[in-house]
């Protein structure tokens, strides 16, 4: 059970550094620590159909390592719609710029008054 809980842990503290790469890392570390989870989820399940309890220990690391994972995503999840939000105000102020673009470009075919 250990051992399960140190993956967890491990693979959340990958997040927290992958939060700071490139997409993909936080993607693959998002993969690693859902299967994590899953190993997890299928050694409860396994000791409660034998009828044995889950520890206060594992329960208390396990809670501890999930908040940690939890506080990452939230954090990830309000930089993603900081991100989404600068680049349409981005967009936006691109729209207007093009629209100044085309109100000052010379029609084709007009004649110049300077030669």
């Known amino acids: 059970m250990q051992e399960l809980v140190q993956s967890l842990v491990h693979t959340t503290a990958f997040l927290g550094r992958a939060a ?3 997409p993909d890392a936080v993607e693959r570390a998002l993969a690693e620590r859902g299967r994590a989870i899953e190993a997890i ?3 409860i399940a ?3 159909s034998a009828g044995r309890a889950i520890s206060e220990a594992f329960a208390g690391e396990l809670t501890t390592a999930l908040e940690k ?3 990452i995503l939230v954090r990830l999840t309000l930089a ?3 991100m989404r939000s600068d680049r349409l105000a981005v967009e936006r102020e691109l729209q207007v710029l093009n629209g ?3 109100l000052c470009a010379k ?3 007009s004649l110049s008054l300077h030669g």
Request: no cysteine.
């Open 80 to 82: 993603r719609e900081l």
């Open 46 to 48: 396994a000791e409660a």
């Open 107 to 109: 029609p084709s075919g």
């Open 69 to 71: 994972g939890r506080q």
């Open 20 to 22: 700071q790469d490139e």
């Open 100 to 102: 100044i673009r085309r």
């Open 41 to 43: 989820q299928r050694l």
